[in-house]
């Protein structure tokens, strides 16, 4: 799981341009959205494209990635449960 | 018509009211070396594509140079912008995720720079500009054909000065802004 | 008048799915006939759509590209009842469109050079086809763009730098911008339905529309004029529109000045039918005072049009009003907005003659235009 974590902050990192971050600036607990990380809707929209080439996990509904990016934790999570790829 | 303030930027220059800047960097690297070296504070830039990182250094500098700086949200100043290319660095950059059916991953923050006007967004909500903003596409680099076109712009009684000019990439490397802030 | 003069329309065409003329099409959208369709497979794309798109094998010239014959058929139609030559240095072209040719930025495409995607290339070769000597400019302000160019066009005429200008925007749809639109996750499943409680996005649409304006002095009864534009900026945020309808309000407001708001028959939104689009317009007609005024949207016709919408939404909205009719919004049934505002859902009579075309796009910009025909202000 932390292999997880570490390898899915890398890939927000690089996907999102957090171009001042390293992995370990980024809280695994911290929310990704408001006040946390600070990311917007297309950040967001982002995101569930980076589940679904990397991941092969395709969210039909983008109102689910609410719950799912609440933090880099819950994200891993939720990967690792339904990743097919 | 009366220009205030210019700011001049290639690949290999940077001008301001005249003077050149010291910097060591090129091409999309020197944009950056001037976002850290003058600007900073503000992460979003490198999300930007290189249209709006362009505009926003050179509208930075531009607004550096005329001073007093207090972000106070205002209806009476313009953005309006002229170029060759429109967004063609950002369209090329969103076509390369959809080339491959084999990998076909559209990507929003791609696809979201995707119009020239952008830019004209990105130094509005910046400075709190609520005025016009708009982005005009013509062929050549024609200064007169630009200021009668920003000079009919004054028939908006709300507008007191613009940020204009000449804002032009064709890919990450190549690019020019020739842009002044100009009043009535 | 008080020696102000006035921007007036002298010709108009709409080339689109509905039909090849402006009064082909007032009488498909008068009648609630509509070109959205599903399209599964559709260019290789993945995932289906819903859209309204111009049948392709109507346009053999192959000289120009989809959407260079499109403009040209659009703008040649509006001169056919405008008798000026274009050739004159003080006719200038102004273009508005959001995307061009960018379909010929797909390796696959061959038979045209690369540079056609240059929206000066293509606004060029489009002015030498009816001979016109001045470099024309090209508008690209997302979906604002079609207002935004009879603004320009307003102002070049009122300056005397011209003495007609033609107007023309355009938007062809291609997988570059539906797939885009997909990765927004910004379209509809099915028709578009705007202001609706059920909406769930927009659907996209081709088209070409064309205006052709001059400069008079008077005016009569059944002249229609441009007679104020405003274009103001969010300040919030580049894709999501502004939570209080910010730049929207503010155009509203410049453009109604001190006129009575009851001369105006209608506004006609831009009404996308996505949940942020419709809010926000929602929340800036209420500011502005006009909630009491009908509002309708047209994409239930034709979906979102892009570069073209402005300047058809603006042609279809004239005729209208020439017939006495505000139209209804296809595809509303329940108000699924905060603010109460007066969304039309079927046509009803009206002896009004001003409208107001409201826009607002990516980049958080936004634009509106107040209509008036004869010299009633």
């Keep these: 799981m932390d292999e997880l974590i570490y390898k899915l902050k890398q890939e927000i990192i690089e996907a999102l341009n957090l171009e001042d971050m390293t992995p370990e600036d980024i809280d695994e607990n911290a929310s990704l959205f408001g006040e946390g990380l600070g990311l917007d809707s297309i950040d967001a929209l982002e995101l569930i494209v980076l589940m679904e080439k990397n991941y092969g996990i395709k969210l039909q509904d983008p109102n689910q990635g609410k719950e799912i990016f609440k933090s880099v934790k819950v994200m891993a999570e939720f990967i690792q449960q339904n990743r097919t790829k | ?184 | 008048m008080g020696g102000r003069n006035m921007i007036v329309s002298i010709a108009n065409n709409i080339t689109s799915p509905l039909g090849m003329t402006t009064a082909e099409n007032y009488a498909a959208v008068k009648a609630g006939k509509s070109a959205l369709k599903r399209y599964e497979g559709h260019w290789g794309l993945p995932e289906a759509f819903v859209a309204s798109l111009i049948d392709r094998s109507n346009f053999t010239d192959t000289r120009y590209t989809i959407v260079e014959q499109v403009v040209i058929h659009s703008v040649t139609k509006a001169l056919e009842s405008a008798n000026i030559d274009t050739a004159s240095p003080r006719v200038l072209f102004i273009f508005s469109t959001t995307k061009g040719n960018v379909f010929l930025l797909d390796k696959r495409e061959k038979g045209f050079p690369q540079e056609r995607v240059r929206l000066g290339i293509m606004a060029r070769l489009i002015a030498s086809h009816f001979h016109n000597p001045n470099e024309p400019i090209v508008v690209s302000n997302a979906c604002i763009s079609g207002v935004c160019a009879q603004i320009e066009a307003m102002r070049h005429l009122e300056s005397g730098n011209y003495d007609y200008v033609i107007v023309s925007g355009v938007d062809i749809q291609s997988a570059f911008i539906v797939s885009g639109f997909q990765s927004f996750k910004a379209l509809s499943p099915e028709e578009c339905k705007p202001f609706d409680a059920n909406r769930h996005g927009l659907n996209l649409g081709d088209a070409a529309a064309t205006i052709i304006y001059t400069r008079k002095d008077t005016v009569s009864e059944n002249e229609w004029c441009a007679y104020r534009g405003a274009i103001r900026n969010d300040a919030n945020h580049i894709s999501g529109p502004s939570r209080t309808g910010e730049g929207s309000y503010r155009a509203l407001k410049h453009v109604l000045g001190d006129i009575d708001t009851q001369i105006i028959a209608f506004v006609n939104a831009h009404g996308t039918a996505t949940p942020y689009n419709d809010e926000m317009e929602s929340i800036a007609i209420d500011r502005a005072g006009l909630a009491n005024i009908p509002v309708n949207s047209l994409k239930g016709y034709y979906g979102h049009t892009m570069g073209a919408a402005g300047i058809l939404e603006t042609i279809i909205s004239m005729q209208a009003i020439d017939d006495n009719n505000i139209l209804a919004t296809r595809g509303f049934d329940t108000l699924g907005v905060s603010r109460e505002i007066n969304v039309t859902n079927q046509n009803q009579p009206t002896e009004k003659t001003a409208f107001i075309k409201l826009l607002s796009g990516f980049g958080g910009c936004n634009a509106a235009l107040l209509m008036t025909k004869g010299g009633l202000l």
């Excluded at chain 2, 050179?58 to 290319?85: K, T, Y």
């Excluded at chain 2, 990507?107 to 909500?125: K, Q, R, W």
């Design chain 2, 1 to 184: 018509m009366m220009i205030l303030h210019r700011v001049y930027i290639s690949p290999d220059k940077v001008i301001v009211n005249g003077k050149a800047l010291e910097l060591t960097e090129k091409g999309s690297a020197l944009l950056t070396q001037i976002y850290r070296s003058h600007i900073g504070n503000y992460p979003k830039f490198f999300k930007m594509d290189t249209l709006c990182k362009l505009g926003f250094v050179a509208s930075e500098l531009l607004l550096n140079a005329e001073g007093n700086r207090n972000f106070e949200p205002r209806e009476d100043r313009a953005v309006i912008l002229f170029n060759r290319s429109a967004s063609l660095q950002a369209d090329t950059n969103y076509q390369s995720t959809i080339q491959d059916s084999e990998n076909f991953f559209p990507s929003p923050a791609a696809f979201v720079y995707t119009l020239p006007n952008i830019v004209t967004g990105e130094i509005a909500i910046r400075n709190k500009y609520f005025g016009e903003t708009s982005f005009i596409v013509i062929e050549e680099n024609d200064e007169k054909l630009i200021e009668q076109n920003l000079s009919v712009a004054f028939q908006d009684t709300d507008t007191k000065s613009i940020i204009g000019g000449w804002l032009d990439c064709t890919d990450e490397e190549n690019f020019e802004a020739n842009i002044f802030l100009m009043e009535k």
